[in-house]
């Protein structure tokens, strides 16, 4: 069934990039629904979390990039990856890419579910076993995957090292120390290209439905968050 058919059930928000016109502007309702619709660009299976923009400015596919972040208030620069796998194998390069952080971790939730899509809730939890953290990720996959209002942090501050699952189902890294994710992503077999461009750095739109909202909020119960 496709996106537009579950409108009922469904939430959709977009995310346009600063300036200009939306792709989407002026199409026709059949047109939205077919490019919706489109699940594979080659190779690459997008999850349900999001669709690229109508104009494709970015086509979806695999692999990595090295990248930094920059802290607006302390202007720190951290080294950065970001890294994009076909829905097929995402879920499992995900929960690998945790084993560097080591046996306990820290947990952040991220939540825009009812938010306009620049803003989303942070929800806390600190000390928790890695292993039981990767078991209980397991029996969520499905609405971790494919709600676009979810996204999950695990990081420990120790070391310092995070790996993020975000909105857009990307994966990025940050750490001062990014060989062992590096070695992860090469096990996985992703190549990286300095020119790869992700979903997120053009006009793109996220879904979630209701049944995703709920897991969530049973996800928040049972690693016990709390909400910033």
């Known amino acids: 069934m496709g996106y537009l058919k579950r409108r009922d059930r469904n939430s959709y928000r977009d995310a346009a990039p600063t300036g200009g016109i939306s792709s989407f502007k002026g199409i026709?309702?059949?047109q939205l629904?077919?490019?919706?619709n489109v699940a594979r660009y080659g190779s690459f299976l997008l999850t349900e979390a999001v669709r690229p923009a109508f104009d494709l400015a970015v086509v979806p596919s695999a692999g990595w990039r090295h990248n930094v972040y920059e802290d607006a208030e302390t202007g720190i620069k951290v080294p950065v990856i970001m890294a994009a796998q076909t829905r097929e194998k995402l879920f499992d390069l995900f929960l690998d890419l945790l084993d560097p952080l080591g046996a306990e971790v820290d947990i952040v939730l991220e939540t825009s579910h009812e938010l306009d899509h620049e803003f989303h809730h942070d929800l806390?939890?600190?000390?928790?076993?890695l292993p039981i953290l990767q078991s209980m990720l397991l029996d969520y996959e499905e609405m971790l995957l494919n709600?676009?209002?979810?996204?999950?942090?695990v990081l420990n501050p120790r070391?310092?090292?995070?790996?993020?699952?975000?909105e857009h189902k990307q994966l990025i890294m940050y750490g001062h120390d990014l060989e062992p994710f590096i070695d992860v992503l090469h096990h996985h077999g992703l190549q990286e290209?300095?020119?790869?461009?992700?979903i997120s750095e053009a006009e793109h739109i996220h879904s979630s439905t209701d049944e995703h909202a709920e897991l969530f909020q049973d996800l928040t119960y049972q690693l016990g968050v709390e909400q910033d």
């Open 147 to 153: 709600d676009g209002c979810t996204g999950i942090a």
């Open 124 to 129: 806390y939890r600190e000390a928790f076993e």
């Open 159 to 166: 070391i310092p090292m995070e790996v993020q699952f975000d």
């Open 33 to 36: 629904e077919e490019h919706l």
């Open 193 to 198: 290209s300095e020119t790869l461009r992700f």
């Open 28 to 30: 026709t309702e059949r």
